[in-house]
């Protein structure tokens, strides 16, 4: 008789990252050098990146091996769970089954130390000295900050003003692993007065976030070097163990996922659940549905056009080609401060310009009434962020129930909000609101950018 194999949970941790690059029909396109609109070379991109992380970058390698040293920190809690939401379905009294992967219990209370620790190794293998980085909601933030403990390197983080004043526990917790945090905008860079001339009462947005940390790193070309918490291909990569640790585990479960649900700022946690199976479907065939979610206040996938944009405000990063609501947009202050970005990754972009993943946009106050049944059926106070794809998932449910049709449905719980209850407390006393965006608000934007794609 043939037993099953029992995996320990750290054997469960892959040995390399996923490149969905290398199984994608249309390659996203290169990435432009804003002066000369010609493509970025690997040596321009050294003077802002760890020269490993922008081979990285290019690379068309199926698979990419980790560093033994990155592997050996990820067992620190690695493989995450896969669960089921028994509590969830019965409340929702659904015949859809529903499992998230809890990237929650991390050390940092988040899915963001995946790519934070690599970017650290790779930087401090190099002999890098200092890095820049900004945060919105500071998940990133602070999981920047404990890989740079983890490899001694100084870290300087600007966390957009909005969130650096809603989350001051966000704050504390980088002050707590080594990191200097500073409200953007800020004075100290130009990007920063730039936007404080123009409005003294400017909330901040990740965007110009990242103007300011960029320009602080290029000031500092030996020693300093900037790191960034998505977006990118690189980043993006490394969060794909989460997806490959999840096609083992719901094989052990004896389960398939018809759905794969994914918030959206700028891509890693919903790529990081979702190309590993999307890796089936362009290589074997396979249906299943793969979920990006965003705020309808930010709707970069739903409503933006795919367009060459800069990364950040004041246009010091390449061009990347991207569903943008322009690098100008405003968005609004919701509590989802990780996914108030401007644009999306070229990889994700292309992919939903090509039909091969979905995009959803939801209201805020939707998002918290899901998370809210999340945290009384299950237990976990999720952060504002994964609300998003909680609520995608309880669409899909109900849909179901409606439709009376079986579904497993798969999200990823990027995230705890044990530091974002400010969030909940605003939920509670009826504070916050729906923010729809008109047509007019996302015209002012997108009109200014260069039509370089016809």
Same mark, same amino acid.
């Given at each position: 008789?043939?037993?099953?194999?029992?995996?320990?949970?750290?054997?469960?941790?892959?040995?390399?990252?996923?490149?969905?690059?290398?199984?994608?029909?249309?390659?996203?396109?290169?990435?432009?050098?804003?002066?000369?609109?010609?493509?970025?070379?690997?040596?321009?991109?050294?003077?802002?990146?760890?020269?490993?992380?922008?081979?990285?970058?290019?690379?068309?390698?199926?698979?990419?091996?980790?560093?033994?040293?990155?592997?050996?920190?990820?067992?620190?809690?690695?493989?995450?769970?896969?669960?089921?939401?028994?509590?969830?379905?019965?409340?929702?009294?659904?015949?859809?089954?529903?499992?998230?992967?809890?990237?929650?219990?991390?050390?940092?209370?988040?899915?963001?130390?995946?790519?934070?620790?690599?970017?650290?190794?790779?930087?401090?293998?190099?002999?890098?000295?200092?890095?820049?980085?900004?945060?919105?909601?500071?998940?990133?933030?602070?999981?920047?900050?404990?890989?740079?403990?983890?490899?001694?390197?100084?870290?300087?983080?600007?966390?957009?003003?909005?969130?650096?004043?809603?989350?001051?526990?966000?704050?504390?917790?980088?002050?707590?692993?080594?990191?200097?945090?500073?409200?953007?905008?800020?004075?100290?860079?130009?990007?920063?007065?730039?936007?404080?001339?123009?409005?003294?009462?400017?909330?901040?947005?990740? *965007?110009?976030?990242?103007?300011?940390?960029? @320009?602080? &790193?290029?000031?500092? /070309? =030996?020693?300093?070097?900037? #790191?960034? +918490?998505?977006?990118?291909?690189?980043?993006?990569?490394?969060?794909?163990?989460? *997806?490959?640790?999840?096609?083992?585990?719901? @094989?052990? &479960?004896?389960?398939? /996922? =018809?759905?794969?649900?994914? #918030?959206? +700022?700028?891509?890693?946690?919903?790529?990081?659940?979702?190309?590993?199976?999307?890796?089936?479907?362009?290589?074997?065939?396979?249906?299943?549905?793969?979920?990006?979610?965003?705020?309808?206040?930010?709707?970069?996938?739903?409503?933006?056009?795919?367009?060459?944009?800069?990364?950040?405000?004041?246009?010091?990063?390449?061009?990347?080609?991207?569903?943008?609501?322009?690098?100008?947009?405003?968005?609004?202050?919701?509590?989802?401060?990780?996914?108030?970005?401007?644009?999306?990754?070229?990889?994700?972009?292309?992919?939903?310009?090509?039909?091969?993943?979905?995009?959803?946009?939801?209201?805020?106050?939707?998002?918290?009434?899901?998370?809210?049944?999340?945290?009384?059926?299950?237990?976990?106070?999720?952060?504002?962020?994964?609300?998003?794809?909680?609520?995608?998932?309880?669409?899909?449910?109900?849909?179901?129930?409606?439709?009376?049709?079986?579904?497993?449905?798969?999200?990823?719980?990027?995230?705890?909000?044990?530091?974002?209850?400010?969030?909940?407390?605003?939920?509670?006393?009826?504070?916050?609101?729906?923010?729809?965006?008109?047509?007019?608000?996302?015209?002012?934007?997108?009109?200014?950018?260069?039509?370089?794609?016809?």
């Amino acid at each position: 008789m043939k037993t099953k194999k029992i995996l320990l949970p750290d054997q469960m941790i892959p040995a390399q990252w996923y490149n969905i690059v290398a199984d994608m029909p249309q390659k996203p396109l290169p990435p432009l050098d804003p002066r000369t609109r010609r493509p970025v070379t690997a040596e321009q991109m050294n003077c802002i990146f760890a020269e490993e992380l922008v081979r990285q970058e290019f690379s068309t390698e199926r698979f990419i091996d980790i560093p033994d040293e990155v592997r050996d920190l990820y067992r620190i809690w690695r493989c995450t769970p896969l669960v089921r939401a028994y509590a969830l379905e019965r409340a929702l009294d659904t015949p859809a089954k529903i499992y998230f992967k809890n990237e929650s219990v991390s050390p940092a209370g988040s899915h963001k130390p995946n790519t934070a620790l690599p970017q650290a190794y790779y930087n401090a293998k190099q002999g890098i000295k200092h890095l820049t980085t900004e945060t919105g909601g500071g998940q990133w933030g602070s999981a920047i900050a404990l890989a740079s403990q983890y490899f001694g390197l100084d870290l300087k983080v600007f966390m957009v003003k909005v969130s650096y004043e809603q989350k001051p526990y966000r704050k504390l917790l980088m002050n707590t692993w080594g990191a200097e945090v500073i409200p953007s905008p800020s004075t100290l860079t130009d990007a920063g007065r730039r936007a404080l001339a123009d409005d003294p009462d400017c909330s901040g947005n990740l *965007g110009l976030a990242i103007s300011e940390a960029v @320009e602080t &790193a290029v000031q500092h /070309p =030996d020693d300093t070097r900037y #790191c960034l +918490g998505s977006v990118l291909n690189h980043v993006l990569l490394h969060q794909t163990v989460i *997806g490959e640790e999840a096609l083992v585990q719901m @094989e052990m &479960a004896g389960d398939e /996922p =018809d759905v794969v649900i994914g #918030c959206f +700022g700028g891509g890693s946690n919903f790529a990081g659940i979702g190309f590993p199976f999307l890796r089936r479907n362009l290589r074997e065939g396979a249906r299943t549905r793969i979920v990006a979610v965003e705020p309808a206040s930010c709707p970069k996938l739903t409503r933006g056009t795919f367009q060459y944009d800069f990364g950040d405000v004041a246009g010091m990063t390449p061009m990347l080609p991207m569903y943008t609501l322009g690098h100008n947009f405003q968005p609004a202050d919701i509590h989802a401060g990780g996914l108030r970005y401007h644009g999306a990754g070229s990889i994700v972009s292309q992919l939903l310009r090509d039909g091969l993943i979905e995009a959803q946009a939801v209201p805020q106050l939707e998002t918290f009434r899901a998370g809210l049944l999340f945290a009384r059926t299950e237990g976990i106070v999720p952060a504002p962020e994964s609300t998003h794809a909680i609520a995608a998932a309880v669409r899909e449910a109900l849909r179901a129930k409606e439709e009376g049709a079986s579904k497993t449905i798969l999200f990823n719980l990027s995230g705890h909000g044990m530091i974002d209850l400010y969030a909940y407390e605003q939920y509670f006393a009826d504070k916050l609101q729906d923010y729809t965006v008109t047509d007019a608000e996302l015209r002012r934007t997108i009109d200014q950018l260069d039509r370089i794609i016809k």
